[in-house]
C-alpha cells in the first residue's frame, strides 16, 4: 500500500482543566457488539433490548449493537443475529425506541459484503457505520468509509493494533485517514498492552492529523493490564471526545472500560448510573455463569505480550489452568 500524504502542520485540541465536564464528549457503547465475540453473537434478543433501553435511560449517545459481518463468511448456523445485525432484527429491539439514541454498528475490512449488506440509511434505523481495519487494509477501508458515508450515514474508523505498528506506517496513515470520510477516527488498544505514556504520545499523533481536518478523536480500551478505564481517563484528558465503554466492562477477553466507572467519572447530569447498574443486577452479571470475561492472569499475559488474546481464550475454552505453560507457550 502506497501512503505518502504530507505531515499537516496545525495545534492539537485544547484540554480543559476541567475534564469532566466537557461538553463535547460523547460515550459509545459497545457491550453487544465486542461481548458478542465471547458467544458467538447469540445474545437472546431480550438481553439485547434491556441493554438498549438501560442506554437509553442512562443518557448515552450511541449503542454498537454488532456486525455487519458477511454470511459467506460467518454462517448464521454457527453465529448468532448479532453479527449479521440485518434490518429485520435490529428494528425488533429498537422498537419504538428509534431515534432516542443513536444505533451504530461495525463493519469489518475484507469480512463485510458492504455495497449489499448495509442499506442506505433513509431504508435503515441504524445511525452509524464504524469501519474497523488493520493499516494494511486502508484501502478497502477507504472505500467502506465512502460508501457508508455516500448512503447518508454518521461514519467512524477504528485503526486496530496499532500497539504492534511501525511508527512510519502510522503516520503515513494518520495522514490518509485524516483526509478520509471518517468523522471519528478511534485510537484503538486492541490487546490491552499499552500504559499512559503510550496513550498520551499516541492521541496527540492522532490529533495532531485530525484536528486539521476538523475530525474528531475517539478511544477504545481493552482491560488485559487492567488500565482501560485509566487509559479511558487518560485519553479524555489528551483531547479524546469519542469514548466506548461497555456494561460491566463485558467484551472480548479481557473486556473493555466498564460503562459504568466511566458515567461515575465524568459527573456529567445529562449520564444517569442507576439505569446500568440495573442492567448490571437484572441482565449483564447473570452471564458469568455463561461467559468468561475480564481481567484475570491469561489475559494479561497476552496483554504484556502485546499479542492477539485468542491464544488466552482457547486456553480456557479447553478448559485448561496452567498459566505457566501458556507463558512458556506464547513466548516461544
Given at each position: 500500500?502506497?501512503?505518502?500524504a504530507?505531515?499537516?502542520?496545525g ?34 434478543e ?87 481495519c ?12 465512502k ?48 500504559y ?26 481493552h ?24 456494561i ?46 475480564g ?38
Open positions: 500500500m502506497a501512503l505518502n504530507s505531515k499537516p502542520v495545534k492539537t485540541r485544547d484540554k480543559g482543566s476541567w475534564v469532566t465536564f466537557r461538553p463535547d464528549i460523547r460515550i459509545l457503547d459497545c457491550t453487544i457488539r465486542d461481548g458478542g465475540l465471547m458467544n458467538d453473537h447469540r445474545f437472546e431480550s438481553l439485547v433490548r434491556a441493554v438498549y433501553q438501560a442506554c437509553i435511560a442512562a443518557g448515552v449517545d450511541y449503542i454498537e449493537l454488532g456486525y455487519k459481518g458477511a454470511k459467506r463468511i460467518y454462517s448464521s448456523d454457527q453465529y448468532g443475529a448479532w453479527k449479521h445485525c440485518d434490518e429485520d432484527a435490529l428494528r425488533r429491539v429498537v422498537g419504538d425506541d428509534c431515534g432516542k439514541i443513536k444505533t451504530a454498528v461495525m463493519a469489518d475490512a475484507e469480512r463485510c459484503d458492504y455495497h449489499t449488506d448495509i442499506l442506505p440509511k433513509d431504508q435503515s434505523v441504524l445511525d452509524v457505520i464504524r469501519v474497523a488493520y493499516i494494511h487494509q486502508i484501502p478497502i477501508a477507504l472505500d467502506m468509509l460508501d457508508a458515508h455516500d448512503k447518508g450515514y454518521e461514519t467512524t474508523l477504528n485503526l486496530m493494533a496499532v500497539s504492534t505498528a511501525h511508527a512510519d506506517d502510522l503516520e503515513e496513515a494518520l495522514a490518509i485517514i485524516a483526509k478520509s470520510e471518517a468523522e471519528t477516527v478511534y485510537l484503538v488498544d486492541s490487546y490491552g498492552s499499552l499512559s505514556e503510550e496513550i498520551r504520545a499516541l492521541c496527540d499523533k492522532y490529533l495532531e492529523y485530525l484536528v486539521v481536518e476538523g475530525k474528531e478523536l475517539g478511544f477504545h480500551a482491560n488485559n493490564s487492567q488500565l482501560a478505564y485509566a487509559n479511558t481517563v487518560e485519553a479524555i484528558v489528551c483531547g479524546a471526545n469519542r469514548l466506548d465503554a461497555t460491566c466492562g463485558l467484551g472480548r477477553g479481557a473486556g473493555n472500560c466498564p460503562m459504568e466507572l466511566l458515567i461515575a467519572f465524568l459527573h456529567n447530569p445529562a449520564y444517569k448510573l442507576r439505569p446500568i447498574l440495573q442492567c448490571i443486577r437484572d441482565h449483564v452479571e447473570p452471564l458469568r455463569s455463561k461467559m468468561r470475561w481481567y484475570d492472569t491469561a489475559y494479561m499475559l497476552t496483554g504484556h505480550l502485546n499479542q492477539h488474546p485468542r491464544a488466552a481464550i482457547s486456553f480456557y475454552d479447553e478448559g485448561k489452568t496452567d498459566v505457566v505453560a501458556l507463558w512458556d507457550e506464547l513466548i516461544e
